[in-house]
């Protein structure tokens, strides 16, 4: 599996290293960096306990993946 450097698309400034799963040309899938790959985002509210039911990471949607451009791994 490719490692990647992977900047995040919003403002183009943040990078990460991350293992990269090459699933089309050009497309890559990988761990959520937001969330840390498990989709729950219950353990950055400032009051957990307060909760009804674990809070989706908005980034991945719960998923714990994300897509990412992957050109540079082929």
Same mark, same amino acid.
């Given at each position: 599996m490719p490692i990647m450097q992977i900047t995040?698309?919003?403002f183009?400034?943040?990078y990460i290293e991350q293992e990269v799963t090459i699933v089309a @040309?050009?497309?890559g899938i990988t761990d959520? #960096? %937001?969330c840390g790959g498990d989709g729950d985002w219950t353990k950055f509210h @400032? %009051? @957990?306990e307060t909760l009804t039911e674990p809070l989706k990471?908005?980034?991945c949607k719960g998923s714990g993946k994300q897509y990412v451009d992957a #050109?540079?791994?082929i």
């Open positions: 995040e698309a919003r183009g400034t943040n @040309p050009g497309i959520c #960096w %937001e @400032p %009051e @957990p990471c908005v980034n #050109w540079d791994a």
